[in-house]
């Protein structure tokens, strides 16, 4: 009889330690929605602006904006946390870049990212925590 209660006792524990493992890979994967990120030139002096976004596994390519026109990508953020896009920002003849979305910052607070891009940097249009504006990225442009 206690034979069979320890057999059943480790099987029971199996079974839980197989369902918690389940639960943990399974729950990323469906909590994981689609993210969208807008890009709308506000540049106030009614310039151009050259964008170019992508991730270490995703390159949707260059795109040009007018004054007042937008960009807009989606992407599945990997379930392990570490989805970061970064884009470069060609304004006449300087090129900025910024991490358009950095899981850690913005997963938790939008599901669409709307980014208005000024001379100074990108201001963001979403409830997050921290300023709206930040400043580029100081080290060398990324991508053009």
Same mark, same amino acid.
């Given at each position: 009889?206690?034979?069979?209660?320890?057999?059943?006792?480790?099987?029971?524990?199996?079974?839980?330690?197989?369902?918690?493992?389940?639960?943990?890979?399974?729950?990323?994967?469906?909590?994981?929605?689609?993210?969208?990120?807008?890009?709308?030139? *506000?540049?106030?002096?009614?310039?151009?602006?050259?964008?170019?976004?992508?991730?270490?596994?995703?390159? !949707? =390519? &260059?795109?040009? +904006?007018?004054?007042?026109?937008?960009?807009?990508?989606?992407?599945?953020?990997?379930?392990?946390?570490?989805?970061?896009?970064?884009?470069?920002?060609?304004?006449?003849?300087?090129?900025?870049?910024?991490?358009?979305?950095?899981?850690?910052?913005?997963?938790?607070?939008? *599901?669409?990212?709307?980014?208005?891009?000024?001379?100074?940097?990108?201001?963001?249009?979403?409830?997050? !925590? =921290? &300023?709206?504006? +930040?400043?580029?990225?100081?080290?060398?442009?990324?991508?053009?």
């Amino acid at each position: 009889m206690k034979l069979m209660k320890k057999k059943l006792e480790t099987i029971m524990s199996l079974l839980v330690k197989s369902v918690l493992l389940i639960w943990l890979v399974l729950v990323p994967l469906v909590i994981n929605g689609e993210k969208y990120v807008t890009i709308h030139n *506000d540049l106030e002096g009614g310039e151009t602006l050259f964008v170019h976004c992508k991730s270490k596994d995703d390159d !949707p =390519g &260059p795109n040009v +904006l007018a004054h007042g026109q937008l960009y807009e990508f989606s992407f599945t953020p990997h379930w392990i946390g570490n989805t970061a896009y970064f884009c470069s920002f060609q304004i006449e003849d300087k090129c900025y870049w910024f991490n358009i979305y950095d899981y850690r910052r913005d997963y938790s607070y939008c *599901d669409h990212c709307d980014w208005f891009i000024h001379r100074n940097g990108p201001c963001k249009h979403f409830k997050a !925590p =921290g &300023p709206d504006c +930040l400043p580029w990225n100081q080290d060398t442009c990324k991508i053009i």
